[in-house]
Every structure is written in C-alpha cells, then in structure tokens.
Nanobody
Framework: QLQLVESGGGLAQPGGSLRLSCVAS????????IAWFRQAPGKEREGVSC????????DYADSLKGRISLSRDDARNTVYLQMNDLRSEDTAVYYC?????????????????WGQGTQVTVSS
C-alpha cells in the first residue's frame, strides 16, 4: 500500500527553523515527483516546493523563497523540507504529495497521493 507520512512539525519561535520529513512506504520516492503544500486555517491549500524525479526543485510560495530548501534521501526514501527564519504566517498544516510524472506543479489536483499532514505553529 502506497503511503506518505509527514513528521517534524511542532511549535517554533519566530526566526527559528524546522525540518519536515516525508517518508514513503510501499513505493520508491525517487520514482515520483514530490511536492510540499500547506494549508492555513480559512485559506486554500498552497504549493510550497517540489522536487522532480530528476532532482530538480521548484519553490512556489513567494513568501517562503530564500527561506526553504528541499532535498531527497533515496536511501531513507525520504524528502525533507528545511524551513528557516520562520514567521507567524508560516503557521499551517504541511502536506507532502506525490505524482508519478517527472514534473512538478503547484496545482494540488495533479497529485494522487497525499500524507496526513503535520502541524507547524510559529509563535512566541
């Protein structure tokens, strides 16, 4: 059974950092393009960043550009989202998603497989 599990969320102070993990089971992540999305209360789901099968990364959220980096560890079947200089507006549930094609999109409907999400709260 194909499954994605996010972890690494929690409470962070403004200016702090978090590293979110997306672990896959039932399939190899390096055969899929993997994206991170986030959804804040009362807002639509927003694309954050994505890595293709070939390893190319694209950042979508303008407010996060320069503060995030995406990486993949094939040996651990895990994709990481490193977030730095966190702000209160980064508070959201963060989801990872997979699609079987070697391209990325910020359109959530392009992804057929989703994790359950991990809560990130940025507050002093």
């Amino acid at each position: 059974q194909l499954q994605l599990v996010e972890s690494g969320g929690g409470l962070a102070q403004p200016g702090g950092s978090l590293r979110l993990s997306c672990v896959a089971s039932g399939f190899y992540l390096n055969f899929y393009s993997i994206a991170w999305f986030r959804q804040a209360p009362g807002k639509e789901r927003e694309g954050v960043s994505c890595i293709t099968i070939g390893g190319a990364t694209t950042d979508y959220a303008d407010s996060l550009k320069g503060r995030i980096s995406l990486s993949r560890d094939d040996a651990r079947n895990t994709v990481y989202l490193q977030m730095n200089d966190l702000r209160s507006e980064d508070t959201a549930v963060y989801y990872c998603a997979a699609n079987e094609r070697d391209w990325c999109s910020s359109d959530a409907s392009m992804y057929g497989h989703w994790g359950q999400g991990t809560q990130v709260t940025v507050s002093s």
